[in-house]
């Protein structure tokens, strides 16, 4: 196999200036000015976890760090980790304008034990990370090495049966598009456009990308020692993806017509004993 890491952190960086133009998703300027504002994930999220206020926080693959930086507004101390130094240098500016006292390190997910000093009281993940990780197992190893006894690990993520499946635009029946059940094989795709719109192109088109099951994700926590305290899966989403949905009232997506139809993101929770 290539560097997938590489070649997927240059994709990455050159997805910044795309996602910073976009109005859809990250708007980094509206939330640095206005200091009452929580990430819409973070909002969602935080009804599942306990009290933040005080607590020690790693939010692994953060991106642009908003969701970093309203876990912070929300009285924790944060500390964001992304392997994308294009990503990392948008949030560390954004913490400064937005004045609050956060630390974003560059680091591989997999290097965030080295990256990073101490133990967390949680740590965190979110949406649109897991298919970028070849090894679940190693995921597990690494979260377990980051928490202090009593710690909690929480993940919200798309459900990966929903990246299986296609809804025709007219008719009842989910179609299976493509395999559930995933490989050692990255599936290699190339595109020149990111997964929300804005100005330019991806000129490192190419990514190394992953399908995890829902079992291999829970798995590769547990054997790593995690007890496992919650897991809830979600008939709605954070954006169609290819599906007929219907945005509803409070920003997330759903079938509307068969609102309980299949489940589009899963949240999972272990604490380290």
Same mark, same amino acid.
């Given at each position: ?16 200036? !795309?996602?910073? +133009?976009? %109005? ?5 300027? =509206? ?11 973070? /909002? ?7 009290? &933040?206020?005080?607590? /020690?926080?790693?939010? &692994? ?6 969701? %970093?930086?309203?876990?912070? /507004? #929300? @009285? ?10 294009? =990503?990392?240098?948008? *949030? ?12 974003f390190v560059q680091s591989d997910v997999y290097a965030a034990r080295e990256a990073v000093e101490g133990e967390f009281d ?32 929480? &993940? ?8 299986? #499946?296609?809804?025709?635009?007219? @008719? ?5 598009? =493509?395999?559930?059940?995933? +490989?050692?094989?990255?599936? !290699?795709?190339?595109?020149?456009? +990111? ?7 991806? *000129?490192?088109? %190419? ?14 926590? !547990? ?7 919650m897991l809830r899966e979600f008939p709605f989403g954070t954006f169609p993806n290819g599906h007929p949905l219907t945005q ?12 309980? #139809?299949?489940? #589009? ?6 604490? /380290?004993?």
């Amino acid at each position: 196999m290539d560097d997938y890491i590489s070649i997927n952190r240059a994709n990455w960086d050159d997805r910044v200036p !795309i996602h910073l +133009s976009s %109005t859809q998703a990250y708007n980094v300027n =509206s939330f640095v000015a206005d200091p009452a504002m929580i990430s819409r994930t973070v /909002r969602f999220d935080a009804e599942r976890m306990p009290d &933040l206020a005080e607590k /020690r926080i790693i939010h &692994l693959m953060c991106h642009l760090g908003l969701d %970093t930086l309203s876990f912070a /507004r #929300l @009285g924790a101390d944060v500390t964001g980790l992304d392997f994308s130094g294009e =990503s990392v240098a948008v *949030a560390r500016d954004a913490a400064i304008k937005a004045q609050l006292d956060v630390d974003f390190v560059q680091s591989d997910v997999y290097a965030a034990r080295e990256a990073v000093e101490g133990e967390f009281d949680i740590v965190y993940m979110s949406f649109g990370v897991l298919n970028w990780l070849p090894d679940m197992a190693k995921l597990g190893s690494v979260v377990a090495s980051l928490l202090n006894p009593g710690g909690l690990f929480h &993940l919200t993520e798309h459900h990966p049966l929903a990246m299986t #499946l296609e809804l025709p635009s007219k @008719g009842d029946n989910l179609l299976v598009s =493509s395999d559930y059940f995933g +490989s050692d094989d990255p599936e !290699i795709n190339v595109s020149e456009a +990111s997964y929300i719109a804005g100005e330019g192109k991806i *000129a490192h088109s %190419t990514t190394y990308q992953w399908q995890h099951t829902l079992s291999e994700v829970v798995s590769g926590l !547990i054997n790593s020692g995690l007890r496992l305290t919650m897991l809830r899966e979600f008939p709605f989403g954070t954006f169609p993806n290819g599906h007929p949905l219907t945005q509803r009232s409070d920003g997330y997506w759903h079938y509307a017509e068969r609102p309980e #139809l299949a489940p #589009l993101m899963f949240t999972v929770q272990v604490v /380290r004993d």
